[in-house]
């Protein structure tokens, strides 16, 4: 088989496995809302895994093409520890303040007392998601391969974010 057809079908594979768990979570979404409407029980695994979870993983699927093409590569795994820290713990944080939120004032019995900006990044239900997503995608592209000489292999230069 060719290259130019290798990489169509992994292309095709790649869309695929997007689609699988879009889908996939959706159908399952749909299926604890009703459990939810019959029974008035919080499906919390549920929302721990679309809410945290599910984020993250997109995040880790849009980063595994470039991923691929690093672990093919000659040379020694490095990680990029300032992006991991800069970014991608902001990321962790407010991807999970809405846990965090809801497990004070659940366990805590802390209504009115839960952290401000805890409050406010989960007030928001979009932010976590995309701080999800970015997560995921961080910690894949904070691996690198460095080769013998000192070069960082894999991409022409550093990325910045």
Not at 47 to 59: A, K, M, R, T, Y
Not at 94 to 116: D, G, N
Not at 126 to 153: C, E, H, T, W
Request: glycine residues 6%; positive net charge.
């Amino acid at each position: 088989m060719n290259s130019n057809l290798k990489r169509v079908v992994g292309y095709l594979a790649y869309v695929a496995a997007f689609g699988l768990l879009v889908i996939l979570v959706e159908t399952m979404n749909h299926y604890f809302q009703d459990v939810y409407r019959i029974t008035f029980r919080a499906p919390y695994l549920w929302l721990f895994i679309s809410q945290f979870v599910f984020p993250i993983l997109v995040g880790l699927l849009l980063a595994l093409p470039q991923f691929i093409r690093t672990y093919r590569q000659e040379g020694f795994w490095k990680t990029d520890w300032i992006m991991l820290l800069v970014v991608g713990l902001p990321a962790f944080f407010i991807t999970a303040a809405p846990i965090l939120f809801f497990a004070l004032a659940y366990f805590l019995r802390l209504e009115t007392s839960v952290p401000h900006l805890i409050y406010l990044l989960s007030a928001n239900p979009a932010l976590p998601k995309v701080f999800g997503i970015l997560l995921g995608f961080v910690l894949l592209n904070s691996m690198r391969k460095q080769r013998q000489d000192g070069d960082a292999a894999g991409l022409p230069g550093h990325p910045c974010l």
